[in-house]
């Protein structure tokens, strides 16, 4: 059972960047395709960004297109999410999920599994 504890998140000005990283227990990390989602007070868990298990493939959300970046080590066995020009509506509690369902992209909150506690993130206008 592969386990998913999410980091770096904090309170930023709007414009600002942080740096999201998943990091994953376990020996079998390289074998899942990796997404990251966020859920703001009173919504829905979001997709936000995916990458495939070689990290070949991302897709990300029309919301943060161009401004954030899904990255892959597998050799650290941990992912990351880049986020730069963030706003006030990124406000939310991001976590890291993985799937081993096969196909790209994979966006839907039920594909994955093993998610981590989240880690806020707050950006004041």
């Known amino acids: 059972q592969v386990q998913l504890v999410e980091s770096g998140g904090g309170l930023v000005q709007a414009g600002g960047s942080l740096r999201l990283s998943c990091a994953a227990s376990?020996?079998?990390?390289?074998?899942?395709?990796m997404g990251w989602f966020r859920q703001a007070p009173g919504r829905e868990r979001e997709f936000v960004a995916t990458?495939?298990?070689?990290?070949?493939?991302?897709y990300y959300a029309d919301s943060v297109k161009g401004r954030f970046t899904i990255s892959r080590d597998n050799a650290k066995n941990t992912v990351y999410l880049q986020m730069n020009s963030l706003k006030p509506e990124d406000t939310a509690v991001y976590y890291c999920g993985l799937t081993s369902i096969r196909g790209h992209p994979i966006t839907a909150v039920g594909a994955y599994r093993s998610w981590g506690r989240g880690t806020q993130v707050t950006v004041s206008s």
């Open positions: 376990g020996r079998t990390f390289s074998y899942y395709t």
């Open positions: 990458i495939t298990s070689s990290g070949d493939n991302t």
